[in-house]
């Protein structure tokens, strides 16, 4: 970028445009950064109630003047765009969507490997999902209208919603009235490493967090075990598999 600039104004057409970009990327941090100090001084769950009222009326605001801005139509909610694409393309959407994000989340560890180490970066990401996991489970249950108590039927609908659900090959099983048994039978991360002649990667700290969590935040009633996750032995079919149990009170 020209040094020599004293304003936006002075931006070149294409420096002007990398501008925008970032500007974007500044709003996310921001949005990030109100949740976090909200739940800092208001605890996580009145963070989650008031992210509701305040996303909601953000985005209306934000997308009604980009719609403007940038000159397309507003639909239901929703950019028109998106409505006029075809149901195919829209699930590959959800595909590529769901890979930027575990991508995301890759260079994330691996940018905190770099800087501080492997012990800090599982660190860093163990504690991360203690945060993302419920952020999730309660997005999904906002989405899918669940109610407060959805039980493990609701469990097994919110998990075909994750990110995760959309670039992984995933089952659940349905053990006894009160349990249920999921199989992540092909993981993105590990089948690349398995590729690569890799070990797995030893990821049974984070999902201990994160399968606890997203199924608490789901229903506070559903208690988590571990049947197996690397680095454990597994068989072929599945990399990890977690048993969820009801528990009633």
């Not at 739940?39 to 953000?58: C, N, P, R, V, Y």
Request: hydrophobic content about 40%; proline content about 4%; glycine content about 4%.
């Amino acid at each position: 970028m020209t040094k020599d600039v004293n304003s936006y104004k002075d931006l070149s057409h294409e420096d002007l445009a990398r501008f925008i970009v970032d500007m974007f990327h500044r709003i996310v941090v921001h949005h990030v950064l109100w949740f976090r100090e909200v739940e800092h001084q208001m605890g996580f769950s009145k963070a989650l109630e008031i992210l509701d009222d305040a996303f909601t009326k953000s985005y209306n605001v934000q997308m009604n003047r980009l719609s403007k801005t940038f000159g397309f139509e507003m639909a239901e909610g929703v950019p028109k765009f998106l409505l006029d694409m075809p149901k195919e393309k829209l699930l590959e959407s959800v595909k590529e969507i769901g890979a930027n994000w575990l991508a995301n989340d890759g260079i994330w560890f691996q940018a905190v490997e770099f800087s501080r180490g492997m012990n800090d970066a599982k660190r860093c990401n163990d504690s991360c999902w203690t945060r993302f996991s419920p952020f999730e489970a309660w997005s999904i249950k906002r989405f899918l209208e669940l109610p407060e108590y959805p039980g493990l039927e609701g469990l097994k609908k919110a998990l075909q919603f994750r990110m995760y659900a959309s670039i992984n090959v995933q089952s659940i099983i349905d053990e006894s009235p009160n349990s249920i048994v999921f199989q992540m039978n092909n993981c993105r991360v590990q089948a690349a490493r398995k590729r690569q002649g890799l070990d797995d990667y030893p990821c049974k700290s984070a999902g201990l967090v994160e399968y606890s969590y997203f199924a608490r935040a789901i229903d506070p009633r559903i208690k988590t075990e571990c049947i197996g996750c690397p680095p454990d032995e597994h068989p072929e079919d599945w990399f990890c598999s977690w048993r969820f149990i009801l528990e009633e009170k």
